[in-house]
Nanobody
């Protein structure tokens, strides 16, 4: 059974930083592409970042240069380092895992990030 558990969300002031973590179990981590989406109140879920084949990072234009995705295979964990946060980054952030060669995405429960003064 695939399980993704996010952590690290919270309240931060504009310009601040947070690091989100997503711990995965029930998958072959080294053969799984992973990433993050977010959903702001009243908006659709949108892509934030992904890490493909463990080395290729992709980012939404809105977060390029501010967010960094990484993973530690030994910990089965993917991270999202978020710097220079803006109020418009406020959202529930969801981790996903997609086994390579499959169209299926597994999702975590989400973690809330609030950027406000």
């Amino acid at each position: 059974q695939v399980q993704l558990v996010e952590s690290g969300g919270g309240l931060v002031q504009p310009g601040g930083s947070l690091r989100l973590s997503c711990a995965a179990s029930g998958i072959i981590f080294s053969r799984t592409d992973m990433g993050w989406y977010r959903q702001a109140p009243g908006k659709e879920r949108e892509f934030v970042a992904s890490i493909i084949s463990g080395v290729i990072a992709n980012y939404a234009d809105s977060v390029k240069g501010r967010f960094t995705i990484s993973r530690v295979v030994a910990k089965n964990t993917v991270y999202l380092q978020m710097n220079s946060l803006k109020p418009e980054d406020t959202a529930v952030y969801y981790c996903y895992a997609q086994p390579r060669g499959s169209d299926k995405k597994y999702w975590g429960q989400g973690t809330l990030v609030t950027v406000s003064s």
